[in-house]
């Protein structure tokens, strides 16, 4: 398993973001949902090491992400798209994703190779000197998720990768996720359903904190059978689980 | 997006500029600092303030090379704002969260940042230090340059950019670059401050020189209050960076430990420093730090003067001052050839450091048996903002002025200064000096003000009458023969005060 959680919180003061989450996930994509505020941003931020938990384990890679050692191991093999993508506006798209090459630590002699490799998948390779001011949103994002797969990641962690794309490339992205998933253990955050369904292999709805519900996309849709509301079966799914959570 | 593995690039490479990961880092660092987009405006900046002062300096390499130093002033300044804006760049791009995810050390990275910084600003401090002494290379007729002060300027923006670097790491704002810009530009003042309070551990300050008038020309550089300047300044780079690995965040406890150690030896090399600037003593020779001080060090520098020959009396300078000697000569000349032979008259002209006969900084005087005419390399000093080219012709103007005042005054006696002498006579000795002047091509009687006044002949305060106009009119309007026969013959009476206008031909 490269993710084994048990029991973990994290509170902000007197709000409890993550209330005792349990999880083990391992090679494959899962796909983690739930409604705004649910704890999916938090859950994955202390997966990708930026804050520790309140309570509770958390092992990542086989690793305990609180000694120094390990942690800096995990953040080797380990990439993040975090919600909100900060970029330095002066980098090219090449200097962005070799920046991140070089802080993750990358052996030198394969960091320009990767650097090409990781640009070329996201299809920004005809934009690889162009300054990141000067890309659009759904550009940005593709920046972002060559800096988080440059390494190639055996941990991969992201937060709304498919925010700002546009159809034809979240088509493409997806298949990116599928082909990432068939080595690493990828995590991706969502509110689309449609991106889960997909891409991934297993799904993990949260709500208040706690994951009310991890299985495969099939058995989402098969707990929304003849309950939930919406337009898609993924959809009708994860309102019945949601209106069940709550109730 | 590729969905088909790694993707073989095209249309575009990474340039393996270097193999390490800290040169690439450096490389990416260095084409994305905010110093490389401030390098052209801070020298042009640069060159209309700080180099133009500079390069109006006389042409000596002494002094050259100590302005150089103060110049670290502005330049230390924005290069301490830009480093803070630099080092607080991950808050304002809200790319801190993304940052934390990755392996290497913060503090590895932070260095990178700094670095790029740091060496956009040496670079531009080098040019320019480089532009002074090609320029004064080939304007300088002695001498050779002095590193000392250069190295203290530029290990001063290198302190410069490492504190303002470590003030927007740990105390990131919107107010911190503009906060440590003013600060950085201020905190040299700091040591001038002290100094008028005769704390000399003021003289720390790199914008202090242990330099006086004369310094790298009679006498030696004493690098002692520049070792001790080094000393202080690599503690303070050494405690900034330091001061950057010790937050939790900079990495683990390697980083951290390292910081504290560098801390530790930063503070104890600042302190060495200040408390051996506290030690320095003023000589003539300058400023001088007992710990690094022998008697050899005092030792004047030997040089061969270059001397006109053809002029009335020798006039001899240092070879430093060789391009100034014929303005010099055309300055004094003339003075002296009115009163060649009469008694008081100089036999030489020499340039002397401030040490001898008790010269001042932009003195001159006539004094020893025989007289000799001294003068002092402070009346080659220029004013800040002009140069030397441009204040040479009001310069030799002026030294002219003294020239005669100081000569005249020594050959026909200084009028009544004292009180003894009756009207009568103090008005013989105000018709000849005003007619000397007249003939060497000065006002006959220069203005009255408080600064001009030198208690020299025609200068006594309040207008001269008719009579005495018309007497030294009458005397001017003699020919170079005829007045010098008249004053051979009648000196003695004059300064004895045996004269009366009517006796003036």
């Known amino acids: ?247 | 997006m590729s969905a088909v593995g790694p993707a073989v690039p095209t249309g575009w490479r990474l340039r393996a500029w270097s193999r390490s990961a800290a040169g690439r880092l450096m490389r990416l660092e260095l084409h994305r600092s905010t110093m490389l987009l401030l390098l052209v405006p801070v020298a042009l900046l640069l060159g209309f303030t700080e180099l133009r002062n500079n390069l109006g300096q006389a042409p000596l390499w002494g002094a050259r090379s100590i302005v150089v130093q103060r110049s670290m002033e502005l330049v230390g300044g924005i290069v301490a704002g830009v480093a803070a804006w630099t080092a607080a760049r991950d808050r304002r791009r809200h790319i801190t969260e993304l940052l934390a995810t990755t392996a290497r050390p913060a503090w590895v990275r932070q260095i990178a940042a700094w670095a790029a910084v740091a060496v956009w600003s040496l670079l531009l401090y080098g040019a320019y230090v480089a532009v002074v002494f090609v320029v004064t290379a080939r304007q300088a007729t002695w001498g050779s340059p002095n590193w000392w002060p250069a190295a203290v300027g530029a290990t001063a923006v290198v302190a410069c950019s490492a504190v303002g670097f470590a003030f927007g790491a740990l105390i990131p704002g919107r107010f911190t670059a503009p906060l440590v810009t003013i600060g950085a530009l201020l905190a040299p003042q700091i040591g001038t401050l002290a100094l008028q309070r005769n704390q000399q551990w003021g003289r720390i300050s790199p914008v202090e020189d242990p330099g006086t008038s004369g310094t790298g020309v009679f006498v030696p550089y004493h690098a002692g209050l520049s070792i001790v300047q080094l000393i202080f300044l690599v503690g303070v780079i050494l405690a900034a960076l330091g001061a950057l690995a010790i937050p939790p965040r900079a990495g683990g406890r390697g980083v951290h430990r390292a910081g504290v150690v560098a801390v530790a030896v930063g503070v104890a090399f600042a302190a060495t420093g200040l408390a051996l600037a506290g030690t320095a003593r003023q000589t003539a020779q300058g400023i001088v730090i007992p710990a690094f001080h022998t008697a050899a060090d005092d030792r004047p520098i030997a040089y061969t003067p270059v001397c006109d020959s053809n002029a009335t009396v020798p006039i001899c300078l240092h070879p430093a001052y060789r391009a100034v000697l014929p303005s010099v000569v055309n300055a004094i000349d003339p003075v002296l050839a009115e009163v060649a032979g009469l008694p008081g008259t100089p036999t030489r002209v020499t340039l002397a450091p401030t040490t001898v006969v008790g010269l001042k900084g932009g003195d001159l005087r006539v004094s020893g048996n025989p007289p000799v005419f001294y003068l002092s390399p402070g009346l080659f000093v220029l004013q800040p903002g002009t140069t030397f080219a441009s204040a040479l012709d009001p310069q030799i103007q002026q030294l002219r002025q003294d020239a005669a005042d100081a000569v005249i005054a020594k050959v026909i006696g200084q009028t009544g200064s004292d009180g003894t002498m009756t009207s009568n006579a103090v008005a013989v000795q105000t018709a000849i000096a005003a007619g000397i002047r007249q003939v060497v091509g000065l006002p006959a009687f220069p203005a009255a003000d408080a600064t001009n006044a030198r208690s020299a002949p025609g200068q006594q305060g309040s207008p001269p009458s008719p009579a005495v106009g018309a007497a030294a009119t009458r005397f001017a309007a003699l020919s170079s023969s005829a007045r010098h026969a008249w004053l051979v013959a009648n000196v003695a009476a004059v300064r004895a005060g045996q004269l009366t206008l009517a006796d003036i031909p």
Do not use: W
């Open chain 1, 1 to 247: 398993m490269n993710v084994e959680i048990a029991d973990l919180t994290r509170r902000f003061g007197r709000t409890q973001a993550v209330a005792g989450v349990t999880l083990d996930t391992g090679v494959g994509v899962f796909g983690l949902l739930g409604p705004n505020g649910a704890g999916k941003t938090s859950l994955l931020r202390m997966m990708g090491t930026v804050i520790g938990p309140t309570s509770g384990t958390l092992r990542l890679l086989g690793r305990d992400p609180r000694a120094h050692r390990s942690r800096t191991e995990i953040r080797r093999r380990l990439g993040y798209l975090p919600q909100a993508l900060g970029y330095y506006p002066g980098f090219t798209v090449a200097e962005f994703v070799e920046y991140f090459a070089l802080l993750k630590e990358m052996p030198t002699s394969s960091v320009p190779r990767a650097v090409a490799t990781a640009i070329e998948r996201v299809g920004l390779g005809d934009r690889a000197r162009s300054k990141l001011r000067t890309l659009s949103g759904g550009m940005l994002r593709r920046a972002g998720i060559a800096q988080a797969i440059v390494n190639e990641p055996e941990l991969l962690l992201l937060d709304e990768p498919t925010a700002g794309l546009d159809p034809e490339q979240r088509v493409e992205f997806r298949t990116l996720l599928r082909e990432l998933g068939q080595r690493s253990t990828v995590i991706v955050s969502t509110h689309l359903v449609e991106d889960v369904g997909a891409a991934c292999s297993e799904v993990g709805l949260m709500n208040a904190g706690r994951i009310v519900f991890h299985g495969t996309p099939d058995e989402l849709v098969a707990r929304g059978e003849g309950h939930g509301v919406g337009d898609a079966p993924l959809e009708r799914g994860y309102s019945a689980v949601l209106a069940a959570a709550r109730s």
